[in-house]
């Protein structure tokens, strides 16, 4: 089936600190890959997406792309802000034959930025 | 343009009883997908309802069914409600007619049950 492997977290940084988030990826077929954010006591926000290898998405600073022979969609931002901290969520959606795109998760990073 | 809305916003129950959580997808979006998000967890999908079905179903007992309106909005029901069942439920929305997989999520429903 598909699955999403987030990095341990959490993560605590400095404000300007630079920010790596790993998000690996199994899927069944050819996924389109997304960054959700979600702030605390609020729903999901979609950050980013990418649909196809090579892709970039961005959104606010934030990057992340779609690397199709490691698997892998990062995410990065050069510059974090104290309004940053929140939860990152990767995520993938496998559309096409029986699939109506079901959105999978991975477990999610807490991020802590502080002043 | 209203996004998506989920009424209550919160809500107690007990055990052995019975909660129905509605969803109202953003203007313009035909599917609606429901997913649970225990504490500390990423959401997991339930099931996804597309003209008035349910298209699309993930590893969850009977006791979770749902319905989809013929304006689009939907209801989900839990039965025989576990201590385990305590989670955020979150319904989203998109556009499938026109190709679009992206999701919008709503505030969400917190479900406590004791």
């Known amino acids: 089936g598909d699955s999403v492997t987030q990095m341990e977290g959490p993560v605590t940084l400095s404000e300007e600190a630079f920010l790596t988030i790993n998000c690996t990826y199994t899927a069944t077929g050819y996924p389109s890959l997304f960054w959700y954010v979600q702030y605390p006591g609020e729903g999901l926000q979609l950050l980013l997406k990418?649909?196809?290898?090579?892709d970039k998405g961005s959104n606010k600073g934030f990057e992340a792309t779609y690397r199709k022979e490691t698997t892998s969609f990062h995410l990065e931002k050069g510059s974090v802000q104290v309004s940053d901290s929140a939860v990152y969520f990767c995520?993938?959606?496998?559309?096409?034959?029986?699939?109506?795109?079901?959105?999978?998760f991975g477990q999610g990073t807490i991020l802590t930025v502080h002043p | 343009d209203a996004g998506v809305t989920q009424s209550p916003t919160h809500l107690i129950k007990t055990r052995g009883q019975q909660v129905t959580l509605r969803c109202s997808p953003k203007s313009g979006h035909d599917t609606v997908s429901w997913y649970q998000q225990a504490l500390g967890q990423g959401p997991q999908f339930i099931f996804q309802y597309y003209e008035e079905e349910e298209r699309q179903r993930g590893n969850f007992p009977d006791r979770f069914s749902g319905h989809q309106f013929p304006n689009y909005s939907s209801e989900l029901n839990v039965n025989a409600l576990l201590l385990g069942d305590s989670a955020l439920y979150l319904c989203a929305s998109n556009r499938l007619a026109g190709g679009s997989n992206e999701q919008f999520f709503g505030p969400g429903t917190r479900l406590t049950v004791l």
């Open positions: 995520a993938l959606i496998v559309a096409g034959g029986t699939s109506y795109g079901k959105l999978t």
């Open positions: 990418a649909t196809k290898a090579d």
